[in-house]
């Protein structure tokens, strides 16, 4: 290798960064490698919680920052947010020229990224490709930055055949797992007394960790819905319930005003947080009865973790789900029936069997190995699997 190999990650929200943590560990550590490392949307939002300070704090060096206005959250607003990104990384990537540009998920944050290294043809690194989640537009932007990667680091073998489908080469298509996994291998995880210090709060039993963020692409009012879920809640009035905020996305807003207003009414048994942090969400997690709403986290961290979800609505339609995971429709009363069900013993006690459909750890140290060797000279082609090339 001839100098360093200059590898850019961009993060835009406290989920993601979640996830590349590891990663970008790996990366730092690689005395071949130049990490990049681009900080953007909800990070430099004080709305949001301003978590560019966490990322500080864990000693990362931060390469740039694209500001991206989030003060609207109407489908207009969200389309100027994008449009202010595609503007704000393509004079980024201008000035770093990146060797690869590595990406995970399916924001609007991430769209506007990948168009702008796509132009500047700097090859793009996808991270969680091949997943369907059908009640949010998320689910398109996923496929579209598939189209636009090199190269595709999978969760499951049957995300790695969606990939293919999708006319991307076998031979760029990696199963490593999912990378925030390897918290629940290495975290340090807060006991239940550190976390009641932590959150100035006591948690009871049952306890229930809960995240409930806009469908956009239902057809049911996101206000309505969370409703649903709040009312449900109402009937469980001995549970302690600790609640994260929604994302950026259409009707987030409201949905926040909406939770407030209970969390005021109900103070003396839940609170609500605009980012925990992923110590802290996922020591919660492994404490909570129950883990809550339509989260990725849910289907991904949750059974790793060995804990029971309700996932309420289409949010993750068409994700793998364990064993330890219960649909509900976003009714209360199918809601309430969900939760008794995930709270029964012989439910809890089957949870100990729950096997992880997305690995079990490892991801982050397997992504990094191949984006620290993979040709760069290589060009993309279609592969189209009837013919086989």
């Known amino acids: 290798m001839i100098g360093k190999r200059k590898i850019c990650v961009v ?8 996830l590349l943590q590891g990663l970008l560990t790996a990366l730092v550590n690689a005395p071949d490698v130049t990490l990049q490392l681009i900080v953007t949307g ?29 003060s609207s959250d109407t489908p207009a607003g969200i389309a100027r947010s994008m449009g202010f990104g595609t503007v704000g990384f393509g004079e980024t990537l201008a000035q770093l020229n990146p060797d690869i540009f590595v990406v995970l998920g399916d924001r609007f944050e991430i769209l506007a990224a990948a168009q702008a290294a796509l132009v500047a043809r700097i090859p793009i690194a996808h991270i969680h490709g ?35 489908q999708m006319g991307e080469d076998p031979s760029r298509v990696f199963v490593t ?28 039993r049952p306890l229930f960790l809960v ?31 600790v609640f994260t905020h929604p994302n950026a996305d259409p009707g987030g807003r409201a949905l926040t005003l909406q939770l407030g207003e209970w969390v005021a009414r109900n103070g003396s048994r839940a609170k609500s947080f605009t980012s925990l942090g992923q110590q802290r969400y996922l020591s919660l997690m492994r404490c909570a009865d129950i883990v809550i709403g339509n989260s990725s986290s849910g289907i991904i961290e949750a059974p790793a973790l060995k804990r ?3 996932n309420i609505g289409d949010r993750q339609k068409g994700r793998l789900r364990a064993r330890s995971v219960i649909d509900a429709p976003e009714d209360g009363a199918s809601i309430k029936a969900a939760i008794e069900k995930a709270l029964s013993a012989n439910f809890q006690n089957d949870l100990a069997e729950t096997v992880s459909l997305y690995g079990m750890g490892g991801a982050s140290a397997k992504i990094a190995e191949i984006l620290i060797h993979v040709p760069l000279t290589d060009q993309k082609r279609f592969f189209d699997i009837h013919l086989g090339s």
């Open 308 to 310: 029971a979800t309700v």
């Open 11 to 18: 993060t835009s929200a406290r989920a993601d960064y979640g």
């Open 211 to 241: 995240t409930y963020h806009p469908v956009t692409l239902g057809i049911e009012d996101p206000l309505a819905a969370q409703g649903e879920l709040l009312a449900a809640l109402d009937r469980f009035p001995d549970a302690s319930i």
């Open 42 to 70: 909800m990070h430099l939002s004080h709305q949001f919680g301003f978590t560019v300070r966490q990322i500080e704090a864990d000693g990362f060096d931060i390469a740039a920052r694209v500001e991206i206005p989030l």
């Open 130 to 164: 091949g997943e369907i989640t059908e009640g949010a537009f998320d689910d398109s932007i996923r496929h579209a930055i598939t189209k636009m990667a090199q190269w595709h680091f999978v969760a499951a073998d049957s995300y790695r055949d969606r990939v293919i």
């Open 177 to 204: 797992g999912a990378p925030g996994l390897d918290h629940v291998v290495n975290m340090p995880f807060l006991d239940r007394k550190a976390l009641e210090a932590s959150l100035a709060m006591r948690l009871g």
